[in-house]
């Protein structure tokens, strides 16, 4: 089931390019099967969700095959709570995507669909695979669509954007690739039983420490750049501005969430100890992102750039809250990935909107626009709502868990953190207020058109999906705390066995008493 979901974007892809080019009626083929491919998959991934046993922690749905024997590379990916609901948001974003650009994009419409679709393989097998080298080709696969995207459609200074995004995501990914062939060569040497990149198996591998520390760091730089981390961020704001809305909707909603996944799946996990010992330093960073991204977010001209700068501040939430390394404080983070992914995903969308009518995305270009386009602002304003973090939205939930798991870890840091909710409102309500309300200034703006057919079935699935995800929590938490237990039970009680001295008592001890005594980690 997981190999449908996977390589059914890509078969969709490699079919288009079968197509001849190029005429109306073609495009408009090409666009009808990108989008069918995209619902099947998101399909998929629902009916994945509904057979998931949420009482579970182990992965589920494995599939595990023989690749390459002689170095240990297997074909394995399997699915548990953290990942599963990766899945569903990358399937539920991707259709949106390509319905937004139905209009927007009217040069090489074959290929802007084709790379789409590959683009979506290459992220779902990140979330799915337990092979480290398999993950490693996933990981890097994802670059090559999302660089043409940005390159191609994307606006005047496309080029300069994406050669610094493949730059600086594939700086760190080289560093990753090296501690990568590291892990398997020490397991043969630790264990002598050969090579493997199996990560159950690396799991149990007890790394000597100056080695730990160093695989450590090498994934957590590929994985800060790709969240990205402060200081790491600034491809981030000019791979946002630069690329088509589509291509900021998938940056936005899923490709970010591919750093935070890595280090809860994969660095906090495999190297425990040192994980204790960075924790507090990475959580410094998170926080300083988190009021750096507001306070930049705050004096930005361009909607783009302003909602580009907010996902470095929220995402420092996350990063925040997998630090605390506590049941509220990681299933804040995972819950919070999924939170971003819709509601910064909607703000993009509706950017999108109000560029493609007026072609401009300056904040000063607009006003009044309630008494104009009034269905449109009107979701505008919930979104919104949703990224601030009101009680009964999506951003509310995770935000709060992530803020008490923080608070049981390092009460100053929370405090320091809870700035940026503050913040957030301030600089996401000003900006909605500076282009919804007040008097119709510029006489362009006096004839927009409201909401299309089209429109709706964008941005619709968006505010439903923003306000049940912050009315019934429960849906989403319940499958992924069998399978945070778990994660938690191996980091807090095999960093305390190797490294009790690693980090500050009390930081230690609020970390230890989070997890059931019997939580396991066979499978």
Same mark, same amino acid.
């Given at each position: ?243 088509? @809305?589509? +291509?900021? /909707?998938?940056?936005?909603?899923? #490709? !970010? ?9 994969? %660095? *906090? ?123 009964? @939205?999506? +951003?509310? /939930?995770?935000?709060?868990?992530? #803020? !008490? ?9 929370? %405090? *320091? ?107």
């Amino acid at each position: 089931m997981l190999t449908t979901i996977v390589f059914l974007p890509l078969a969709g892809a490699l079919l288009l390019l079968l197509v001849e080019n190029r005429d109306g009626r073609r495009d408009a083929a090409v666009r009808w099967t990108a989008l069918g491919v995209s619902l099947l998959v998101f399909a998929a991934t629902l009916l994945l969700w509904s057979r998931f046993d949420a009482t579970s922690a182990d992965f589920q749905f494995v599939e595990r095959r023989d690749w390459i024997p002689a170095f240990g590379i297997q074909y394995f990916v399997g699915v548990d709570g953290i990942s599963l609901f990766l899945l569903v948001l990358t399937g539920f974003l991707t259709p949106l995507a390509l319905l937004c650009s139905w209009e927007s994009v009217n040069r090489k419409v074959k290929e802007f669909a084709a790379f789409m679709l590959a683009l979506e393989s290459a992220m779902l097998g990140v979330f799915v695979s337990l092979d480290l080298f398999l993950f490693y080709i996933f990981w890097d696969a994802m670059l090559v669509p999302m660089y043409f995207l940005i390159g191609i459609w994307g606006y005047d200074r496309r080029i300069y954007a994406a050669v610094k995004f493949i730059l600086y995501t594939a700086a760190g990914s080289v560093l990753m690739l090296l501690a990568i062939i590291g892990l398997a060569w020490m397991h043969n040497s630790i264990t002598g039983a050969g090579y493997t990149f199996d990560l159950l198996k690396l799991y149990d591998l007890h790394l000597p420490a100056k080695f730990e520390v160093w695989f450590f760091l090498a994934f957590t730089l590929a994985f800060a750049i790709k969240v990205p981390l402060f200081p790491f961020h600034t491809w981030l704001p000019d791979a946002h501005v630069e690329a088509p @809305t589509a +291509g900021s /909707v998938i940056l936005a909603g899923v #490709l !970010l969430k591919m750093g935070t996944y890595g280090l809860v799946r994969f %660095a *906090f996990p495999l190297f425990p100890a040192a994980a204790a010992y960075f924790a507090p330093w990475l959580a410094i960073l998170a926080v300083v992102g988190i009021v750096y991204g507001a306070l930049v977010a705050m004096v930005q001209p361009d909607m783009k750039k302003l909602v580009a700068y907010s996902s470095v501040s929220h995402l420092g939430f996350v990063v925040l809250g997998i630090c605390a390394m506590n049941l509220q404080g990681l299933q804040g983070s995972i819950y919070q990935m999924l939170n971003h992914g819709v509601s910064t995903g909607g703000l993009f969308l509706l950017v999108g909107m109000l560029s493609d009518r007026r072609h401009t995305r300056q904040i000063a270009a607009f006003g009044g626009l309630k008494a104009v386009m009034p269905r449109l602002v009107a979701a505008f304003m919930l979104i919104t709502l949703a990224s601030i973090g009101l009680p009964g @939205t999506n +951003g509310f /939930v995770g935000e709060f868990l992530i #803020l !008490l798991g923080t608070f049981r870890a390092d009460p100053r840091l929370a %405090a *320091f953190a809870a700035t940026g909710v503050i913040l957030s409102a301030v600089y996401m309500l000003w900006m909605f207020q500076r282009v919804n309300y007040g008097p119709v200034v510029h006489d362009e703006n006096r004839a927009l058109p409201d909401l299309t057919v089209r429109e709706r079935w964008v941005i619709v699935p968006v505010v439903a999906m923003a306000i049940v995800m912050g009315v019934l929590p429960g849906v989403f938490l319940k499958p992924m705390q069998p399978s945070v237990e778990r994660l938690l039970q191996r980091v807090n009680h095999v960093s305390a066995a190797r490294a009790p001295e690693a980090a500050p008592p009390d930081h230690a001890a609020a970390r230890r008493g989070t997890a059931p005594a019997d939580a396991g980690v066979k499978h």
